[in-house]
């Protein structure tokens, strides 16, 4: 859209003028509804999670409207702690990349997990392992060893990238979680 001035283009033709287009780069859900509703930002790209609780929260102020595609990209939780094998062995020394804390797919996956596991009560349990890093930032914490993080819930093409390294190993996969449930 950028490289061929494709909103340029078609606001010209839909008779807007001469419309100036600036892009910059946001990190995360949280930031970019933050822009949004600040007005430093009239369109922004977040997944559906942020979207939605934005758009609920402001269905009778801002009336924010969302423009979607759907895709099907898998995500993953990769660590290179030797303790971690599964989600369930994360202790409170450990803290999980997730893009947003609570609204994010990576997020609400281990929700899904948690409350399919251990009850509705439980939904919870992994979000105060969680921070919010952008995917490039979770990417370099996580190769670097430095211990800011112990896990990525990541995407492609972080996911691969991560992968490359030895010592790192995906514990979990979305798509196990995701899975559609049977009809009753």
Same mark, same amino acid.
Request: proline share 6%; with cysteine.
């Given at each position: 859209?950028?490289?061929?001035? =494709?909103i340029?283009k078609?606001a ?9 287009? *600036?892009?910059i ?11 949004? =509703? ?31 595609a ?6 993953? =939780?990769?660590? *290179?702690?030797?303790? =971690? ?12 990349a ?9 997020a ?13 009560s439980?939904?919870a349990?992994f979000?105060?392992?969680?921070v ?17 993080i112990?896990? +990525? ?5 972080? +996911?691969?990238r ?14 196990a979680?995701?899975t ?5």
């Amino acid at each position: 859209m950028e490289k061929h001035q =494709l909103i340029e283009k078609h606001a010209r033709e839909a008779g807007a003028g001469n419309l100036r287009v *600036r892009w910059i780069d946001i990190g995360g859900p949280a930031v970019m509804n933050e822009a949004l =509703l600040s007005g430093s930002a009239d369109f922004i790209a977040a997944g559906p999670p942020a979207f939605i609780i934005l758009w609920d929260r402001t269905r009778d102020s801002a009336k924010v409207k969302g423009v979607a595609a759907m895709t099907s990209l898998p995500m993953y =939780l990769n660590t *290179r702690t030797e303790h =971690l094998k599964k989600l369930d062995d994360i202790t409170e020394k450990d803290k999980i990349a997730v893009t947003a804390i609570k609204v994010s797919i990576p997020a609400i996956v281990m929700q899904m997990y948690a409350k399919k596991k251990y009850g509705a009560s439980e939904v919870a349990r992994f979000d105060k392992y969680t921070v919010t890093m952008t995917h490039p930032d979770g990417l370099i914490a996580l190769l670097s060893g430095s211990n800011a993080i112990q896990a +990525h819930f990541t995407s492609p093409p972080f +996911h691969q990238r991560e992968r490359k390294d030895p010592a790192v190993r995906t514990i979990m996969f979305a798509t196990a979680i995701l899975t559609p449930c049977p009809a009753a």
